[in-house]
Each structure stands twice: as C-alpha cells, then as structure tokens.
C-alpha cells in the first residue's frame, strides 16, 4: 500500500516526520491552491494522512479534503485538537504544538562571501554552540551540481526538500539549547526547521559592502565561485525574500549591527561581551584571531598572489632601522617582509588590545573597522610570504606566523579566563610572540647566530 502524508502550511509542519518506506510526503498551500512536490500526483497513492496543528473545528481539513478530492473513507487525519469539537475529526492524536520556550535555532543568511560563515564557526568557536552548514551538508547528500543548479530545479517542484534532507541532522542536537543553520536559502527551509523541531528560528540576514564582497570573493575562489553570476540570479529573489522574515539585518562593516544577535544569544544565557562599546556576540576575541590565522593560511596554501600596493598603510618601520644601528642591512625584499608583516601583527594587537589611538592618530581598526583591518592584516602576511618564499624562507615564515599566533591566542585565552598566567612559564608562552618575530628577523639579518641578542631587544 502506498501512502501519500499531506501537510497542510504552514501549521501542519509543527506535527512533521520524516517519511517512512512506501510513504510520499506532500505540502498543500490552501491559499495557493498549489500541492507540492508538483510533479507527483495523488492519484497514485493507495492511502493519505491529512496532517494539521491546533485543530478547532475542522473547517481546515474539511476544505482541503474537499479540494484535493482524498476519499474519506482511505484517508486519516493526524493533529492537535484546540477544542471538544475537534477531536470528531481527528483520527490520530498528536501532543500539543507548542514551541519550545527553552531552545531555539540561529540562521544567517545571505550572499556568499558575506561573512555569515565566520559568524557561524565563531560562535561554534567561541559559544559551543553546533552548526550545520548547509552548503556543505548537502554535497554530502545529494548531487548539488556545478553553483545548486540541480538541487535548485528540484526546489522549484519542492520548496521543502532542503529542509526535509537537512531535519535528521538537527535531530542529532535535539538536546541542545540552540543549532545554528548556517546558509538558508529559502523561506520554505527555514520554516520547515522551525516547525518540525518546534523551535523558533532567530533569522539573521548578513550583508556588506559590494566591493568588498566582490574581492572576498575573488579569493576564496570556491569551486561555484566561478558561476557567480548565474548563482546570484538563480539565488537573488528567494534570499530577498527571506530577508523580509529576518529577525534583523547584520551590516558586517558595522558591528554595531550585532547587537540584536548579542541580545538573543544572552537572552539563551550566553556570555557575550564588548569591544569597547561595540557588541561582540561571541564573549571572546579568539574568533577574529582565528579568522586571521586560517585565512592566511588559506592564501598561503592555494598560492594566491597579492598585487595591491600596501604602502599607505605600512606604518611600523622602525625594524629594518633598529638593525641597521646593529650593523645588519636588508635588502629591499627583506626590509618589505618586515615591514609589511609588523605592520599587520600592529594592526591585529591594537584591535585586540582595544587601542584606539597610536601615536596621537586614530588605529587602523577605529578608522576602517573590524573587517576591513582583518582583511587589510591578512593580504599584507600573504603578501609578505609571497616574497619571503622567493628569498627561500618560506618554511620559516610559516613557523614564525604559528608561533606568533599561538601566543596571542594563549593570551586571549587568559583573558577569556580559560587559561591562568600566574608563573613564569606561564609568561614565557605568552611571550612566544615576541621571542618568534625576532629570531625570524634573526634570519632575515642572516645572523641566526645572533639570536639570543635578538630576543633581549
């Protein structure tokens, strides 16, 4: 016997389960007249469940059983009841449909490279807090094709297969207090993954400036990064879309636009805190760091090249200076690694240390904010390995970069209170970063024998 479950929409989904052998799942939008999956017919089908929330008195199933013509004696109605006259029409039970007051799902959206990922990872990061990336989820699952064109055509019959292939997955973290979906395309999946899990969803819509969309996106440079545009046109008007059910829009250039993401997260007894009077949702700085470190590395692995002329912004040139007083000259090529590379570490730590002025002017990060100053940090520490590789230190670039970045993170550690500094080995890890940069100038000098004299600067 084969069965066909109908869900009425929206309310129906509060009482969805994943189908079972034999079964069908269909949608029924009584406003639109329209059934989904278009291209499967009732017809076909042997048996049908009728399926709504919060039954009162029936005038609902009444209607649709009478438009999509289900014979009644072969069709069951499965729901909540609302009243005594509604349990005439209920053949199977369910428990009531209410949400749950204590958990509740977090989902960006957004045009890709709109920094909506970094704010999943971090939160995971820093929060604990699971995420599930559909992106990548459902390369796992289905053939996607080149950009989604292929999973978008299925789409077009059933808006909600997406949250259909995607609702196991959430239900592997039933316990948890809040999921993260990071990337919803579509109204239609994020209502189904609110409903089936009977959690409110908190929608936020990530957006930044175009041009700087544009070149994160020339660098990622994903496998459907090269169909750009024929992504957007085929994405463009259902993220439109969704952006007009988002619990608030998130301008990334402007992390003030966080606040209200700071607000529900300390609402679900997170720990968020500040950067000065800027909110900072994930109660830590490790995730900005931890963008800087992995994209870095990411460019540095896929062997991007960085053209942009970084002069206006290198402003800490005192290094090739002070060896010179010691008797050490750079040439051009290795003057510009140091100068370009403490520069960026510069404009990371006063970000970090919360530095709003450096020698009477305004820092980097309160001039172009947090993203850009990433951004501008991670193209000059490419840029400054490109040449480092072609002076054949590329192997002690990299270690140096670790290091450096192993004892920031020990130091953000300990201000987050994960870490104690209360004895001196304590303090050596925490001056790695100091003790790798200057034994890197060391060899850049070409006196590695000089390097305790380095350390002691």
Partial sequence: MKKATIYLLSGGLKHFHLPKEDEQIFYWDPKKKRLYPTDKKLEDFDEFELVEANITTGRGVLEAMRELRLPQERTKIRGNIETKFGERFVDILEPDARPDPEKALIAFAGRPCSMKSFLSRGLEMSQGIPVIQIGKELQKLTDVGDFGEKLFEKEQKNPYIVGEMLLSLLQKYQDEKVIIIDGVKSYETALLLSYATHRPIFLFFAEINEELRREFEELRLDKDDYFAKERDEMFMEGLWNLKNYAYSELNMGDWRTLEPLSRVLSGFGFRTTKILDIPNPFGSKQPFLELYRRVVEKLITKKTEINKDFDEYIFHKNYPERLKK???????????????????????????????????????????????????????????????????????????????????????????GIKECGEYKDWLKAAEREVAFREFLALLGGVPERVNEFREW
């Avoid at 008797?327 to 006063?350: C, K």
């Avoid at 919360?354 to 947090?370: D, L, N, S």
């Avoid at 951004?375 to 490419?382: F, K, P, Q, R, W």
Wanted: charged share 35%.
């Fill in 326 to 416: 010691r008797g050490i000259n750079l040439n051009q090529e290795r003057a510009e690694i140091v100068n370009l590379v403490a520069s960026a570490f510069r404009i990371i730590d006063d970000f970090l240390d919360e530095h709003t002025t450096r020698e009477g002017r305004p820092t980097f990060w309160k001039q172009k904010g947090i993203v850009k100053s990433i951004y501008y940090a991670t193209l000059m520490t490419v840029k400054a390995y490109r040449i480092a590789e072609k002076e054949g230190l590329s192997k002690e670039f990299q270690e140096m970069f670790r290091r450096v970045n192993d004892g920031v993170f020990y130091e953000l550690r300990v201000e987050d």
